[in-house]
């Protein structure tokens, strides 16, 4: 997430430094919970990996394993709205990597790498796999060696979005070589948001490391882990950019109130979600050229995010800040001490989909649908070039 760019609002952040960094998301969820039903269409994509953090971790971390401040992901109300239990998502329910897998009709939602379940299917390299899900809620975009070496390596998730992608490389080779290769082609790849993290570990660094360094590292090592992507055969990509970091409870919460922006959210931090979007997109663009056979979309989270915060009555919220499962009241009821799942707070709100916020960092399902909704069939408004388009070159085998 990423954090104020004042000396007050940094200090208030140091602790939350966990909070968009943590989420886990997704779910050990069993493959009954099979994603939604099949267009009629056949999807051209049968295979998805995904990487990224606590937005698109599907159970790569569990309470045990998790961020500090949200520690308690196996917990209810974690998962109540789908799942009626928790799945270690860090949501009421699906997210948007959950929302892919039903677009394209997959029998199931992705299989965390470190479950049973996607180191056998690994294993077995089974033609009609899924995929997997290699995110990590907490992970960064730099390596973890740059913290410790800075002194900022306490409770911080050690896997970086580079360990995933050498994750990624011990997959392929369990398939064998020859079916590796083939099922990268045919792949489709989900880069989930990265980067919030990296913001929230150094804020207490920042007259030795600025924010304008970590950004320009952060940027520099997903397009290094998409392009090592396409270096192993990737032809379809989808890379998100970073949300509206200061519409989150925690932001506001421990933001100065007079550091606002035109929706009411921290402008500091959003400011900051927006200058990285804007490197990494140029990033992608760099990446288009050099590799002129791959398909590189780019998932516009910011923009999306701040539709919904423009007009959240359009989208059917009604509680655009305040947290559903949260507690302490007030215009956020986010207490960093006592948050969702703790035995302080093992209930939420009665309606989830009237709000945006889930546990004050992380998204109500209902958001997570909203979001999915403007990737997948919003055209090229918030995903460029257009998820359907890049489905129709997938299936005109035209990269």
């Given amino acids: 997430m990423g954090m104020a760019t004042t000396a007050n609002s940094s200090l208030l952040f140091v602790l939350p430094a966990l909070a968009l960094a943590i989420a886990v998301v997704a779910s050990a969820a069993p493959a009954a919970a099979s994603p939604a039903a099949a267009p009629n269409k056949p999807s051209p994509f049968r295979t998805v990996y995904a990487f990224g953090d606590s937005f698109t971790d599907t159970g790569n971390t569990r309470s045990t394993t998790g961020p500090y401040s949200f520690g308690y992901v196996s917990s209810p109300p974690y998962g109540a709205t789908f799942f009626h239990r928790s799945t270690n998502r860090y949501s009421d329910g699906r997210l948007v990597v959950d929302f892919l897998a039903q677009a394209l009709s997959l029998p199931t939602f992705l299989p965390p790498y470190l479950s049973a379940a996607a180191n056998a299917s690994a294993e077995a390299a089974a033609d009609d796999e899924v995929g997997v899900n290699f995110a990590v809620a907490g992970a960064t975009a730099i390596e973890h060696d740059f913290f410790a070496k800075n002194n900022l390596s306490i409770d911080i998730t050690p896997q970086s979005i580079m360990t995933q992608l050498g994750w990624f490389d011990a997959h392929l080779r369990s398939g064998g070589r020859a079916k590796s290769s083939s099922k990268v082609g045919d792949a489709l790849f989900w880069v989930g948001e990265i980067g919030a993290n990296d913001y929230a570990y150094t804020v207490v660094a920042r007259d030795t490391i600025p924010p304008k ?143 945006v916020n889930w546990d004050g960092v992380h998204m109500t399902e209902a958001m997570y649908k909203v979001v999915a909704g403007m990737f997948f069939q919003g055209g090229d408004t918030y995903c460029r070039p257009a998820f359907t388009d890049l489905l129709v070159r997938k299936a005109q085998g035209k990269p």
């Fill in 213 to 355: 360094l970590v950004r320009t590292m952060a940027v520099q090592r997903v397009t290094t882990f998409v392009e090592g992507l396409l270096e192993r055969g990737a032809k379809y990509l989808i890379v998100q950019g970073l949300p509206l970091t200061g519409c989150l409870p925690l932001a506001m919460t421990l933001a100065r109130p007079e550091d606002r922006d035109n929706v009411s959210c921290v402008a500091s931090v959003n400011r900051q979600s927006y200058a990285h979007n804007r490197r990494l997109l140029a990033g992608l663009h760099q990446l288009r050229q050099k590799h002129p056979d791959a398909v590189i979309a780019y998932a516009d989270y910011y923009a999306a995010h701040l539709a919904v915060m423009r007009s959240p009555a359009r989208y059917g919220f009604t509680e655009p800040f305040r947290t559903c499962c949260g507690s302490g009241g007030g215009a956020y009821n986010f207490d960093l001490f006592a948050t969702c799942g703790s035995p302080e707070v093992n209930t939420s709100c009665a309606q989830p989909a009237k709000y």
